[in-house]
């Protein structure tokens, strides 16, 4: 039997979505190659990019490898750049090498539309790559370094001047960030605040048309608070190195244009010689196959496809990885000999966030959330995005670039709760305090079998003032300042189990000794240590010295969180050990001991 090879092309949100798909379908079948192709060795969180051209999060903040993604499955990741592709003879062309196929998913993605406007593309930024928002993250500052060396007024008007054009999703977040940053900077480089003009300008009537009036409203009342001229019904006509016009006579100096207007199917695709619709996106049928090539298939960006309504699907990451899942699924029906399904796209709702704090969310059965609750739905969406692709690693790499290696400075309040969280520390140093808690614990736990815990009964339900963690004879399980609940729980629960309890105190303390000193598990051994001295202080009370509970034990635990055993400890090579074969099983369902180890 011969090997069939499927391609995907791009490895934007609709790519990943079939190279996943399609493993799990033909994982078992050893006569599929699939080969997933890209220029790129990370996959770019494109909904993401204002937060990097507006410094919220690093460029590493929207980047996820593929490797990691595809680690463990049976796609076959190249780094390459396709320049020519024969879909009669099955055949992809980069500079240097050739690719034969048998069935082949397009998912390249977009690029900019700049419609003709003069001047738009050589003058304008645009924010459709990581490249793009690098570029203006380095314009911005780059504009305020000048303004503040600039003495003639207007010049310095036009270095402070930043525009957005378009008011669609992406143009109205990347204003969102120009609005905290701009803060942050006018600090930094000490401009008044009252010398940046931040400027909205949509050719529609509304920004964001695809969202209720309500949630427009509240939008654009939101920009309009934060000092931002909204520009609607304001077609720009032009655009120079230093002035941009709207209409047919205003004219706003500037040296800063963000183009976010639109996009359309990238130039390669018009050398394909399929049929192409609209912004040159391929027209394929329900099954999203092209019309001139049943084996070659279209997603995402690159599909004009029809709902039953009789609307294009819009060019939105639910649509590119609905149809992705749908493309991927007909190719391996076709190659098990079943029957493939319709396209049945279903769009769950849109999200847009202003910045870090400000968002609203048109979402099925909730159509018109705003504020903190749609800045946590949108965030929630965004995770479980990552944990469908990459588990979750991908999460905590996300909470971490989101809320920890914060990038620029916000008001005081956000600045106390998650700076010195954020921080960055080197847990060598914690690994003398991890060593003396072991030892302590270990201590403790010796102590109480000398005392015999492990054979008489020595816990008693009567208050006393007595050492919970040293030996003694006798210990009082409460004491006079037991809430009622726990001495319920102590003389109804504990007692009439009171051997079994006390061995357990033992074989715990013991084995936190044992962890800590170790570096084993330390996160978990730091949750148990702090969950037995909460114990203890609700019972007979916490040790003492010269008459002072020693509280350090809690501090101490507290401070394992920070990794304490990734320095000269078991974790070192534990977790990583885990963590490979949490990404194993998830694409797997299975586990694989050798697999796991890297040295």
Same mark, same amino acid.
């Given at each position: 039997?011969?090997?069939?090879?499927? $391609?995907?092309?791009?490895?934007?949100?609709?790519?990943?979505?079939?190279?996943?798909?399609?493993?799990?379908?033909?994982?078992?079948?050893?006569?599929?190659?699939?080969?997933?192709?890209? @220029?790129?060795? *990370?996959?770019?969180?494109?909904?993401?990019?204002?937060?990097?051209?507006?410094?919220?999060?690093e460029p590493n903040g929207v980047k996820v490898s593929i490797e990691h993604v595809l680690e463990y499955t049976k796609v076959q990741f190249v780094q390459d750049q396709i320049v020519k592709a024969d879909l009669k003879d099955r055949k992809l062309y980069s500079k240097n090498h050739e690719y034969d196929f048998d069935y082949l998913i397009l998912g390249i993605g977009s690029e900019p539309a700049y419609f003709n406007i003069e001047g738009m593309e050589e003058n304008a930024f645009?924010?459709?790559?990581?490249?793009?928002?690098?570029?203006?993250?380095?314009?911005?500052?780059?504009?305020?370094?000048?303004?503040?060396?600039?003495?003639?007024?207007?010049?310095?008007?036009?270095?402070?001047?930043?525009?957005?054009?378009?008011?669609?999703?992406?143009?109205?977040?990347?204003?969102?960030?120009?609005?905290?940053?701009?803060?942050?900077?006018?600090? @930094?480089?000490?401009?008044?605040?009252?010398?940046?003009?931040?400027?909205?300008?949509?050719?529609?009537?509304?920004?964001?048309?695809?969202?209720? &009036?309500?949630? #427009?409203?509240?939008?654009?009342? *939101?920009?309009?608070?934060?000092?931002?001229?909204?520009?609607?019904?304001?077609?720009?006509?032009?655009?120079?190195?230093?002035?941009?016009?709207?209409?047919?006579?205003?004219?706003?100096?500037?040296?800063?244009?963000?183009?976010?207007?639109?996009?359309?199917?990238?130039?390669?695709?018009?050398?394909?010689?399929?049929?192409?619709?609209?912004?040159?996106?391929?027209?394929?049928?329900?099954?999203?196959?092209?019309?001139?090539? =049943?084996? #070659?298939?279209?997603?995402?960006?690159?599909?004009?496809?029809?709902?039953?309504?009789?609307?294009?699907?819009? =060019?939105?990451?639910?649509?590119?990885?609905?149809?992705?899942?749908?493309?991927? *699924?007909?190719?391996?029906?076709?190659?098990?000999?079943?029957?493939?399904?319709?396209?049945?796209?279903?769009?769950?709702?849109?999200? #847009?966030? $202003?910045?870090?704090?400000?968002?609203?969310? @048109?979402?099925?059965?909730?159509?018109?959330?705003?504020?903190?609750?749609?800045?946590?739905?949108?965030?929630?969406?965004?995770?479980?995005?990552?944990?469908?692709?990459?588990?979750?690693?991908?999460?905590?790499?996300?909470?971490?670039? @989101?809320?920890?290696?914060?990038?620029?400075?916000?008001?005081?309040?956000?600045?106390?709760?998650?700076?010195?969280?954020?921080?960055?520390?080197?847990?060598?140093?914690?690994?003398?305090?991890?060593?003396?808690?072991?030892?302590?614990?270990?201590?403790?736990?010796?102590?109480?079998?000398?005392?015999?815990?492990?054979?008489?009964?020595?816990?008693?339900?009567?208050?006393?003032?007595?050492?919970?963690?040293?030996?003694?004879?006798?210990?009082?399980?409460?004491?006079?300042?037991? &809430?009622?609940? *726990?001495?319920?729980?102590?003389?109804?629960?504990?007692?009439?189990?009171?051997?079994?309890?006390?061995?357990?105190? $033992?074989?715990?303390?013991?084995?936190?000794?044992?962890?800590?000193?170790?570096?084993?598990?330390?996160?978990?051994?730091?949750?148990?240590?702090?969950?037995?001295?909460?114990?203890?202080?609700?019972?007979?009370?916490l040790p003492q010295t010269n008459g002072l509970p020693d509280l350090w034990w809690i501090a101490a635990s507290f401070s394992m969180f920070a990794g304490a055993g990734r320095a000269f400890g078991v974790d070192y090579y534990l977790m990583p050990f885990l963590r490979n074969q949490l990404r194993y099983f998830q694409k797997n369902r299975s586990i694989n001991i050798l697999k796991g180890w890297k040295w």
């Amino acid at each position: 039997m011969s090997t069939k090879r499927i $391609v995907i092309l791009g490895a934007g949100y609709g790519g990943l979505q079939a190279a996943k798909t399609l493993n799990k379908q033909l994982r078992k079948h050893d006569d599929v190659e699939i080969m997933l192709i890209d @220029q790129n060795n *990370y996959h770019t969180l494109l909904t993401e990019l204002h937060e990097v051209a507006g410094n919220r999060v690093e460029p590493n903040g929207v980047k996820v490898s593929i490797e990691h993604v595809l680690e463990y499955t049976k796609v076959q990741f190249v780094q390459d750049q396709i320049v020519k592709a024969d879909l009669k003879d099955r055949k992809l062309y980069s500079k240097n090498h050739e690719y034969d196929f048998d069935y082949l998913i397009l998912g390249i993605g977009s690029e900019p539309a700049y419609f003709n406007i003069e001047g738009m593309e050589e003058n304008a930024f645009t924010l459709w790559s990581l490249s793009d928002a690098v570029k203006i993250y380095d314009h911005i500052i780059h504009m305020f370094q000048q303004a503040v060396e600039e003495k003639d007024p207007d010049k310095r008007k036009e270095l402070l001047t930043f525009v957005v054009g378009g008011g669609g999703f992406t143009g109205v977040e990347m204003m969102g960030e120009l609005i905290e940053w701009t803060n942050t900077l006018c600090k @930094q480089y000490n401009v008044p605040k009252e010398d940046i003009r931040l400027v909205q300008v949509e050719a529609l009537p509304n920004l964001c048309p695809i969202l209720d &009036p309500k949630l #427009v409203a509240k939008v654009e009342k *939101y920009l309009k608070k934060k000092g931002v001229e909204v520009l609607t019904n304001s077609p720009i006509t032009a655009v120079s190195p230093n002035t941009m016009t709207v209409g047919e006579d205003q004219v706003i100096p500037t040296r800063t244009v963000i183009w976010t207007g639109g996009v359309k199917a990238k130039g390669f695709v018009k050398e394909l010689g399929i049929s192409l619709g609209a912004r040159d996106r391929i027209v394929v049928n329900d099954y999203l196959q092209t019309k001139e090539y =049943p084996y #070659v298939y279209a997603i995402g960006d690159n599909m004009e496809f029809q709902d039953k309504d009789g609307k294009v699907l819009p =060019p939105l990451v639910e649509t590119a990885i609905q149809s992705a899942d749908c493309a991927a *699924y007909n190719i391996a029906a076709d190659i098990k000999g079943r029957d493939k399904k319709k396209l049945e796209a279903k769009l769950h709702g849109v999200m #847009v966030s $202003v910045g870090s704090f400000f968002a609203v969310a @048109q979402l099925s059965g909730m159509p018109f959330l705003s504020g903190l609750p749609a800045t946590i739905i949108k965030h929630m969406v965004n995770m479980h995005y990552l944990f469908g692709i990459g588990g979750l690693e991908l999460i905590w790499e996300y909470l971490n670039h @989101q809320f920890f290696h914060k990038t620029r400075k916000y008001n005081w309040f956000v600045e106390t709760g998650i700076g010195h969280v954020g921080r960055r520390n080197f847990t060598f140093w914690l690994v003398p305090l991890r060593i003396w808690l072991g030892v302590m614990w270990l201590v403790s736990g010796i102590q109480k079998i000398q005392s015999d815990w492990l054979g008489d009964w020595v816990l008693i339900g009567l208050s006393g003032a007595t050492d919970a963690t040293s030996s003694a004879s006798i210990t009082p399980l409460v004491g006079p300042n037991s &809430p009622g609940w *726990y001495v319920a729980i102590a003389e109804n629960i504990i007692m009439p189990n009171a051997l079994l309890f006390q061995k357990l105190i $033992v074989i715990t303390e013991i084995g936190l000794g044992l962890a800590f000193i170790f570096g084993f598990f330390t996160f978990i051994a730091a949750i148990v240590s702090i969950g037995m001295h909460i114990n203890f202080a609700l019972g007979a009370g916490l040790p003492q010295t010269n008459g002072l509970p020693d509280l350090w034990w809690i501090a101490a635990s507290f401070s394992m969180f920070a990794g304490a055993g990734r320095a000269f400890g078991v974790d070192y090579y534990l977790m990583p050990f885990l963590r490979n074969q949490l990404r194993y099983f998830q694409k797997n369902r299975s586990i694989n001991i050798l697999k796991g180890w890297k040295w």
